[in-house]
């Protein structure tokens, strides 16, 4: 499977964004997704995931009120609404997907990742 993410930009304080993250391949119901970021000088952190049957979420804590991760099997598509932006979520985000589709809060329990997309959010 490949992905793409996109939707990030340059936001102030507050304010929401929400970022896609586009797959290819016809067993896109079957993997769960997850996004991380990372932000610079930073590892690359866990955010939010979503199982393959989209009845299973899990966030981080610095997130957790604020994200919220969806998908819709049928456009092939995850997605992750972010709302009260604060300053230090400013990181690239990627979005990537776990074949055995349990959704993992750690990075090497994924397969396949997307490049990131920038999100700034100025104080």
């Known amino acids: 499977v490949q992905l793409q993410a996109f939707g990030g930009g340059l936001v102030q304080a507050g304010d929401s964004l929400r970022l896609s993250c586009a797959a290819s391949g016809r067993t896109f119901r079957e993997y769960a997704i997850g996004w991380f970021r990372q932000a610079p000088g930073k590892e690359r952190e866990f955010v939010a995931a979503?199982?393959?049957?989209?009845?299973?979420?899990r966030y981080a804590d610095s997130v957790k009120g604020r994200f919220t991760i969806y998908r819709i099997n049928a456009k092939n598509t995850a997605y992750l609404q972010m709302n009260s932006l604060k300053p230090e979520d400013t990181a690239v985000y990627y979005c990537?997907?776990?074949?055995?589709?349990?959704?993992?809060?750690?990075?090497?329990?994924?397969?396949?990742w997307g490049q990131g997309t920038l999100v700034t959010v100025s104080s």
């Open positions: 979503i199982r393959w049957s989209g009845g299973g979420t």
């Open positions: 990537a997907a776990d074949a055995l589709g349990a959704g993992l809060a750690r990075a090497d329990g994924y397969d396949y």
